[in-house]
T-cell receptor, first 111, second 113 residues
Framework: GQQVMQIPQYQHVQEGEDFTTYCNSS?????IQWYKQRPGGHPVFLIQ?????EVKKQKRLTFQFGEAKKNSSLHITATQTTDVGTYFC???????????FGSGTKLNVKP | DVKVTQSSRYLVKRTGEKVFLECVQD?????MFWYRQDPGLGLRLIYF???????EKGDIPEGYSVSREKKERFSLILESASTNQTSMYLC????????????FGPGTRLTVL
């Protein structure tokens, strides 16, 4: 069935290093969303990508949606300790209730 | 701001008990969801509701039921709790499925002994 695979599961970086997490869908997506969950918190919406090849930036965060609308990435430049948390992608196929979350990438940033 | 609240942050129940988890949102959203979150598995959809008294099964509905008698309230029911239902349960709401962001509640960490 439909799945959204997300890698890596964990990433440990030194503060100032870059970080990237990737999501891959087995089928074409209508849109993809990204969420951040701080330790002990709940997922909070970051951004939504809709168009093929779309690139959006939020300060040090860059989000991309692949040309085939099957993959997406989140890149953080020069990580900070405030970036610690788990990042989830969530793909929507356009079917009524088919919204699939990736398994998440847990980011740890060492000061 | 949208606010989604859940009845308990932590809950401990015994095997076989009936468990009710309540979720309330204050922004008149049509769609509400129940997920469970387990390490390495991400968020898995249990049930969702797109209107009062309407519900749809998600990916893992077995062992759960739901109730939506009022637009703002969505309840998750574990008819007979089992240890494999120990998990974090997250409620979410969205104005329009797939086109807008989901707003999550703080979560309920349920332990079944």
């Amino acid at each position: 069935g439909q799945q959204v695979m997300q890698i890596p599961q964990y990433q440990h970086v030194q503060e100032g290093e870059d970080f990237t997490t990737y999501c891959n869908s087995s089928t074409t997506l209508s849109n993809i969303q990204w969420y951040k969950q701080r330790p002990g918190g709940h997922p909070v919406f970051l951004i939504q990508l809709v168009k093929s090849g779309e690139v959006k930036k939020q300060k040090r965060l860059t989000f991309q949606f692949g040309e085939a609308k099957k993959n997406s990435s989140l890149h953080i430049t020069a990580t900070q300790t405030t970036d610690v948390g788990t990042y989830f992608c969530a793909g929507y196929t356009g079917d009524f209730n088919k919204f699939y979350f990736g398994s998440g990438t847990k980011l740890n940033v060492k000061p | 701001d949208v606010k989604v609240t859940q009845s308990s942050r932590y809950l401990v129940k015994r095997t076989g008990e009936k468990v009710f988890l309540e979720c309330v949102q204050d922004m008149d959203h049509e769609n509400m969801f129940w997920y469970r979150q387990d390490p390495g598995l991400g968020l898995r959809l249990i049930y969702f509701s797109y209107d009062v008294k309407m519900k749809e099964k998600g990916d893992i509905p077995e062992g759960y039921s739901v109730s939506r008698e009022k637009k703002e309230r969505f309840s998750l029911i574990l008819e007979s709790a089992s240890t494999n239902q120990t998990s974090m349960y997250l409620c979410a709401s969205v104005l329009r499925q797939g086109l807008r962001e989901q707003f999550f509640g703080p979560g309920t960490r349920l332990t079944v002994l």
